[in-house]
């Protein structure tokens, strides 16, 4: 069974850093491309960060705080996030397309979250 589980997530203080990780399991070839989304009480889901071949992409709200990154060989996405405030508190989710066995097909898939909550 192909899934996705994040990781990583807790509690920390405003100004602090978490690391949260993505990983792929199951029947794949590897990971097309990954985004992160979160989505705070009350608030829809809105997109955090992207990575493809071709490059990262970010949401203003983030960018020089947060870095997304991708270990192929580990079939793994990660999240690096920094200088937390508390308006990033969320339950953060991951996003990928996976390229699926047997024959190679793309599919898209989302993890279940993982709770971030950052303390004033």
């Known amino acids: 069974q192909v899934q996705l589980v994040e990781s990583g997530g807790g509690l920390v203080e405003a100004g602090g850093s978490l690391s949260l990780s993505c990983v792929a399991s199951?029947?794949?070839?590897?990971?097309?491309?990954l985004d992160w989304y979160r989505q705070a009480p009350g608030k829809q889901r809105e997109w955090v960060a992207g990575?493809?071949?071709?490059?990262?992409n970010y949401a203003e709200a983030v960018k020089g705080r947060f870095t997304i990154a991708r270990d192929n060989a580990k079939k793994t996405g990660y999240l690096q996030m920094n200088s937390l405030k508390p308006e990033d508190t969320a339950v953060y989710y991951c996003?990928?397309?996976?390229?699926?066995?047997?024959?190679?097909?793309?599919?898209?898939?989302w993890g279940q979250g993982t709770q971030v909550t950052v303390s004033t």
């Open positions: 996003n990928a397309d996976l390229l699926v066995e047997p024959r190679p097909s793309l599919a898209n898939y």
């Open positions: 990575i493809t071949r071709d490059g990262t």
């Open positions: 199951g029947s794949i070839f590897g990971i097309i491309t």
